[in-house]
C-alpha cells in the first residue's frame, strides 16, 4: 500500500493523491465535453474538504497502527455518521439500516482483524518508532 511505503506524512499524502485523482476527472470530463463551474466547486466544497480530511486522518492512522485497525475504523463512518443525519438532516433511523450498518463494521472486522493481531500490541499502536512503520 502506498500510503505506507511513502515517506510523506498523512496530508501531503493526501494532497498528491487528491491531485492525481483530480487530474484524471479532468481528463474525464474533458472527454465528455463537460465543463466544471464556480457553482459546482461551491456546491462540493465542504464535502471536498470533509473528504480530503478523512483520507488524511487515515493516512495519518496507518503510520501508528496497523492498516487493518485502521481499516475497520474507517468502517465505523455510517455508524458515526447517523448522529449527525439525525439532528441536521431529519433521518430517521430503521432497523434495517442499523442491521447493514453493524453487517458492514461485521463484516470488515471479520476479515481484517485476523491480520492486525501484532505478538506486542502497544497503547500507541503496533509501529515501533510511529514515525516510520
Not at 466544497?45 to 474507517?74: K, P
Not at 461485521?106 to 510511529?130: E, I, K, N, Q, Y
Amino acid at each position: 500500500m502506498i500510503g505506507v511505503k511513502a515517506d510523506l506524512p498523512g496530508l501531503p499524502l493526501t494532497f498528491w493523491r487528491v491531485l492525481m485523482v483530480a487530474a484524471l476527472f479532468a481528463v474525464a470530463m474533458a472527454s465528455q465535453r463537460l465543463r466544471l463551474t464556480w457553482s459546482t466547486i461551491r456546491q462540493a466544497a465542504l464535502a471536498g474538504a470533509v473528504f480530503a480530511l478523512t483520507a488524511a486522518m487515515f493516512f495519518e492512522s496507518i503510520r501508528h497502527t496497523s492498516v487493518g485497525i485502521a481499516t475497520i475504523i474507517a468502517a465505523l463512518t455510517p455508524v458515526l455518521a447517523l448522529p449527525v443525519a439525525m439532528r441536521f438532516l431529519g433521518e430517521r433511523p430503521t432497523l434495517l439500516g442499523a442491521a447493514c450498518a453493524l453487517g458492514a463494521v461485521g463484516g470488515v472486522a471479520l476479515f481484517v482483524a485476523p491480520a492486525t493481531a501484532t505478538p506486542a500490541p502497544r497503547l500507541a499502536g503496533s509501529c515501533s518508532p510511529p514515525p516510520r512503520c
